[in-house]
């Protein structure tokens, strides 16, 4: 009889996790029925039977989120409704800590079965690690993708295995043999369209600031879709366009051919690490967005190269200290100063050797194919 999983993603880059995370355990037992909701990737690895439902659910900002909750509460009561009637055998929750977590809570607290696993830890470490002790109550096994977070979260009752990030072996497949331009910069703005809307306007103030000083400089932007490629168009003048050329699904090729680059806080901040780009990070969202933020998150760092260096390898300019001048003056130090630039790929080296060898969603298929439940559970 078919093994019945049930996957709630909630956001794009979960919807590649769980989607390659499908087609590993796919290939290690063919006897397997995925439901769930999640993105068009996991929807085309699983069946019909599947909920895309990305483009309403990954939503970015406090405020955002609070303009939709009607929306989510249903999703919520919808979600519990479909795997109290389909009786999966385990449940797999995909980061998206707003949702799952509560979502764990609940179906527990309905009973002790499904097992429910959680896939790429919610970084509750920075913002709320009294919380972990209560996840364990919820959670049957974490499958973390940090090192750091197994031993944190074993500490504290819940059962983790570190499976390596899945990040590896997906960039791994898209280096290129290229020689990177001295005179090309990589803008990454962000794959929302509210962080297209506040970030990239610095990148384009930080530009006109470099090109004082360096006019041979020219710069490529990635865009995450077509939309926010013509997002991005909108807000250039006609003098800005023929200096930025707009680039939609070529993030991997940029890093690899720029020089430098400015980075959206995110996970872009490590495939820039792993394709030492040497860069500078940027974040700046909506207020609101920012003081909830800096009342709750309780790191040092905001970027995770700098979270798993444990020190700033990479600067930051955040919300009202992301200004073009000193932006374009930590870009122009890394194109200027070898040892500067030479240091910082030093320490890439070791911050992606943290995130072990490629494999990672091969190892938690067989982490989900072998867990069992303790005698006491």
């Known amino acids: 009889m078919a093994k019945t999983i049930y996957f709630v993603a909630g956001e794009a880059s979960a919807d590649n996790h769980g989607a390659a995370l499908?087609?590993?355990?796919?290939?290690?037992?063919?006897?397997?029925?995925?439901?769930?909701?999640?993105?068009?990737q996991?929807?085309?690895?699983?069946?019909?039977?599947?909920?895309?439902?990305?483009?309403?659910?990954?939503?970015?900002?406090?405020?955002?989120?609070?303009?939709?909750?009607?929306?989510?509460?249903?999703?919520f009561r919808a979600t519990l409704r479909e795997i109290a009637a389909k009786k999966p055998d385990i449940v797999v929750l995909i980061d998206y800590p707003g949702f799952n977590l509560r979502l764990a809570r609940a179906l527990r607290k309905?009973?002790?079965?499904?097992?429910?696993?959680?896939?790429?830890?919610?970084?509750?470490?920075?913002?709320?690690?009294?919380?972990?002790?209560?996840?364990?109550?919820?959670?049957d096994l974490m499958l973390c993708i940090f090192p750091f977070e197994a031993d944190l979260y074993n500490r504290s009752g819940l059962r983790t295995v570190f499976v390596g990030h899945p990040m590896?072996?997906?960039?791994?497949?898209?280096?290129?043999?290229?020689?990177?331009?001295?005179?090309?910069?990589?803008?990454?703005?962000?794959s929302r369209a509210r962080e297209v809307r506040k970030i990239f306007p610095v990148m384009i103030e930080t530009a006109r600031e470099l090109r004082k000083s360096k006019p041979d400089m020219?710069?490529?932007?990635?865009?995450?879709?077509?939309?926010?490629?013509?997002?991005?168009?909108?807000?250039?003048?006609?003098?800005?366009?023929?200096?930025?050329?707009?680039?939609?699904?070529?993030?991997?090729?940029?890093?690899?051919?720029?020089?430098?680059?400015?980075?959206?806080?995110?996970?872009?901040?490590?495939?820039?690490?792993?394709?030492?780009?040497?860069?500078a990070l940027v974040y700046k969202v909506a207020w609101p967005t920012y003081l909830a933020g800096?009342?709750?998150?309780k790191v040092k760092y905001l970027g995770m190269p700098n979270v798993l260096a444990d020190k700033q390898v990479v600067s930051e300019f955040i919300q009202h200290n992301a200004r073009a001048g000193e932006i374009a003056k930590a870009i122009a130090r890394l194109i200027d100063d070898a040892q500067a630039r030479q240091t910082m790929l030093w320490e890439f080296g070791k911050i992606i050797a943290q995130l072990g060898p490629a494999g990672a969603s091969r190892r938690a298929a067989e982490e989900i194919f072998s867990y069992q439940p303790d005698d006491s559970e």
């Open 22 to 40: 499908m087609r590993a355990l796919r290939d290690s037992n063919a006897d397997l029925r995925f439901i769930g909701r999640g993105g068009p």
């Open 42 to 75: 996991m929807k085309a690895v699983a069946s019909d039977d599947f909920d895309n439902w990305i483009d309403k659910s990954g939503v970015l900002g406090l405020w955002e989120v609070i303009k939709q909750y009607g929306y989510f509460r249903e999703q």
């Open 110 to 139: 309905r009973s002790s079965r499904p097992f429910i696993i959680y896939y790429i830890s919610p970084q509750v470490w920075a913002w709320n690690r009294g919380r972990i002790r209560k996840m364990a109550r919820w959670i």
């Open 168 to 190: 590896v072996e997906r960039l791994a497949a898209k280096k290129i043999d290229v020689t990177r331009n001295t005179n090309l910069v990589g803008l990454f703005p962000g």
């Open 218 to 279: 020219h710069f490529e932007v990635a865009a995450a879709s077509n939309e926010l490629a013509r997002q991005m168009e909108a807000i250039l003048d006609s003098q800005d366009r023929q200096l930025f050329a707009i680039k939609v699904g070529e993030t991997s090729e940029i890093m690899q051919r720029a020089f430098v680059g400015i980075v959206a806080s995110g996970s872009a901040t490590l495939e820039a690490a792993y394709f030492e780009m040497p860069f």
């Open 294 to 297: 800096r009342a709750l998150v």
